[in-house]
Every structure is written in C-alpha cells, then in structure tokens.
C-alpha cells in the first residue's frame, strides 16, 4: 500500500497532450499514491496506460471525479486524494478545473496540487476543506527561508555516481526518463535514488525533492547540493539520477544551470524529441540543433553527456530505431527510446562509470 492513500488524478481536457504530464508520471509510476482513475471525459472508458503509450495499466479514464470514487471504492480501495495533474503553462488553475475541485472537497477528498495558484489560499476553497475536515498540500509552496540552504560545497563528499538527466526543451520526458534510469538499476541491484526537482516527482514519490521552480534564486543551487547530499548521507546509494528542468537554451524555461554547477553530475543524459522544431509553446523560437545543446552541456560542467534518449511524439514506431541510428552518427552517441526498451539500453552505457567502493 503506498504511503498516501488512494488518488483520483484529475486531468479534465489535458490527458495526452503536453499540459497533462503530471498525469502522464502519476499514471506510468508512482510510489506516493495508489492511482484508482484519471478523470478526463474525451477519454472516458479507455485505459490510462493504452491511451499514453498503447500499454494498458489498469487505471482507467473516467468522464467525473462521482465515477472515479465509485470505481475505487468497488476495488476495495476508497479514494482519499484528488491529485491535479494538469500542468498548464503558468501554473493556474482554470474555472472549471476549481469549481471541480471544490466538488471534490465537498465529496470529502484530500487535495494536492503542484501549480502555482495555492489552493490553500483561495478563500472558499479553504473555508470548505475545513468544513469538510480535508487537507489541502500546496506542493509548489516553497518552504520557509530559515529552512532553505546555501551552497556550502557538501556536494564533493558524495562518493555515488551523479547522472543529470537533462533535456533540449521542456515537457520533453526528463523524468521519466530518470525514473526509467532509477528502475533499470534497480534491476541490476544497484542503490539508486532519484533527486526530484519539480511537483511531479515528489507526486510520484521521490525521497529527495525540492521543486526547483518555487524556489528564491540565491537558494537554488544550495538546495539542489543538499538534496543530492542528503541522499547520500542518508542512503550511501551506488546511482544518484537528478531530474533536469527545461533546458540549457529554452527562452522561457532556461533550465539546467544550477543543476550543472550545484548537482555537479559526472555524467550528463540529453533527452531529445526528434520531432520538435520549436521550443514547447513559442512559436519562431527553433530549438537549436542537438550538437550545440550538447556542446553547452559540457563546456559549462566540464563532463560528458554519454548518451541521447528520445522522445518518440509524432515519430512513426517504425522510424524510431533508425531515427536512433542516425543520431548516433550525426553526434556520436548512443541514442535510446527509453519507454520501449525501459531504461536496459542506457543503463547498459552508464553502469561502467559507477564508481568503485
């Protein structure tokens, strides 16, 4: 049983598209909740998994938050959260979507939500969880400044091999391609743990988070050095895999930075989408071409990126392998499709720098 009960994810109008990630990781893995259905009534009576990746995982889609209560309580399993899994541009939370979650406070359902809008805020949303005797977990809220770490230079003590796992846009698949490299170690018997830096993977149920975009800047990079720190200090783990933000060149979100200089990775995982020619939501804004990116990545770390793993939207699958073989001419690397073969491939390329102890 995971630790925080059982979720109802809801993605009115979003599942599928870029603005449902937070959905799309909840429904591919989780280890915070146990997913009893999406709500998103375009795919009402599907299967969340098929939807996704054409693999059915047993949670389905349902038209309403009543439908979804009903299926989890004739499982055996009673819902006790409502998850927000859209994950729109800006981080608000639409009409529709609070006059839902107000229905769903009013059914005696606990609410997280990762957006920059705080539920916990709102004055009629708060009023009736404490009526109803709910809780409200703003994820997003940053924790209070006397909490919060300077860089100190802790980082160099830890002994576990640092993979960044970052990407040439956002909304591209870094997380779950760092969840894939976490599992495939995992296989291999090897301690891994995932540093978390955005709302999903702490939905998800990484250990060691912090979300990277609530956080005042001069904290950034102390807080990054702490959480791989601590999971050190904690664990003593083989495989620390850090989740990456946006990316290098992206306008809006110019991600990876920090990462790079506070998470001080030895090895660096670029993941790519083939298909894309712009940055996610900006128009005339081309994402510049794959050697370049990674051409920044290692001339500020001063570490390689050892591998591309790919984003397979709107490729054809037949394509994806040859696709694979063409980056690895073009930049000589090993390319991957991490959801088809999950994570072995890569995992193959990175278990030899795992340190000796």
Known sequence: MNPDGNAIVYCEGAFNTLNGKTAH??????????????????YAGRDAGDVLDGRAGGIPVVESIETAMQIAETAGRPATHLVIGIAPDGGRLGKKARQDVIRAIDLKLNVDC????????????ARRASMRGVVIRDVRRPPSRDRLHFFSGKIEEVAALKIAVLGTDSAVGKRTTAWLTVQAFERLGYRTQMIGTGQTAWMQGARYSIIMDSLVNDFVSGEIEHAVWLAWNDQHPDVIVIEGQGSLMNPAYPGGFELLAAGRPDVV???????????????????????????????????????????????????IPTICDAIEKVVGLPAFDVLRDQGDGLAAVLVPHVKKR
């Open 25 to 42: 990781g909840l429904v591919r893995f989780c280890r915070r909740y146990t997913i009893a259905a999406v709500v998103d009534s375009r």
């Open 114 to 125: 990762g957006l920059h809008d705080f539920l916990s805020e709102d004055e009629e949303i």
């Open 269 to 319: 995982v670029l993941q790519h989408a083939p298909a894309r020619k712009e940055y996610d939501g900006f128009p005339g804004y081309p994402i510049q071409p794959l050697y370049r990116q990674i051409q920044a990545i290692e001339t500020i770390s001063g570490k390689p990126v050892v591998a591309v793993t790919v984003n397979h939207e709107d490729l054809i699958e037949d394509q």
